[in-house]
């Protein structure tokens, strides 16, 4: 089965860039979402299609996705941005989607 | 758009459950729609899926429920269901319920439900 693999944990000052990585095979043939889940709410899209936003996301958060890892930034950091992020791809082979494992952000 | 989910509990192993989920605010019979649910601690686990009037309502699942759960439809109510079967502890989650974004499989889902928690224990 198709894995995405993301680091556990990011800590960034605020007003800093932070860059969060989820790694797949060939994951650059795929379309990648990132969703942005806060402590007791449920998760929000906030990247579709690599590197697209919906409406009412600010512009700071950037996707791009390439070879075999694909990446969400946060161009700078604010405090309402701690939270954990997942990335997502469809996986066609499998019929499935699959979820990263999950990054957590920590705002220092 | 809205999403509201109902119908979690608690159950014992072996037990069953039904999930449902009332849209509001868009077309419901066009869109695909999709559980996912993510265990107390953990990440989100993709559940399954339940395509549009388009695509023969054609359903997918994950390893972990196939044969266990199944999704349906109520395209007359604009309610979306879990039937939940042979439940064991490990299924103990929120359940979510979400559309997806577009008319094909690989786009991402953009609207979410508050969720509602399942939770298997004796």
């Known amino acids: 089965s198709y894995v995405l693999t993301q680091p556990p944990s990011v800590s960034v000052a605020p007003g800093q860039p932070a860059r969060i990585t989820c790694g797949g095979n060939?994951?650059?043939?795929?379309?990648v979402h990132w969703y942005q889940q806060k402590p007791g709410q449920a998760p929000v899209l906030i990247v579709y299609d690599d590197s697209d936003r919906p409406s009412g996301i600010p512009e700071r958060f950037s996707g791009s996705n390439s070879g075999n890892t694909a990446t969400l930034t946060i161009s700078w950091v604010e405090a309402g941005d701690e939270a954990d992020y997942s990335c997502q791809v469809w996986d066609s082979s499998s019929a499935h989607y699959v979820f990263g494992t999950g990054t957590k952000v920590t705002v220092l | 758009v809205q999403l509201v989910e109902s119908g979690g509990d608690l159950v014992q192993p072996g037990g069953s459950l039904r999930l449902s989920c009332a849209a509001s605010?868009?077309?419901?019979?066009?869109?695909?729609m999709d559980w996912v649910r993510q265990a107390p601690g953990k990440g989100l686990e993709w559940v399954g899926r339940?395509?549009?009037?388009?695509?023969?309502?054609?359903?997918e699942y994950a390893a972990s429920v196939i044969g266990r759960f199944t999704i349906s439809r109520d395209n007359s109510k604009n309610s979306l269901y879990l039937q939940m079967n042979s439940l064991n502890t490990e299924d103990t989650a929120v359940y979510y319920c979400?559309?997806?974004?577009?008319?094909?499989?690989?786009?991402?889902?953009?609207?979410w439900g508050q969720g509602t928690l399942v939770t298997v224990s004796s």
């Open positions: 605010g868009f077309t419901f019979s066009d869109h695909f």
């Open positions: 339940i395509r549009d009037k388009t695509n023969s309502y054609t359903t």
């Open positions: 060939n994951i650059g043939s795929k379309s």
């Open positions: 979400t559309r997806g974004m577009y008319y094909y499989d690989s786009s991402g889902l953009d609207y």
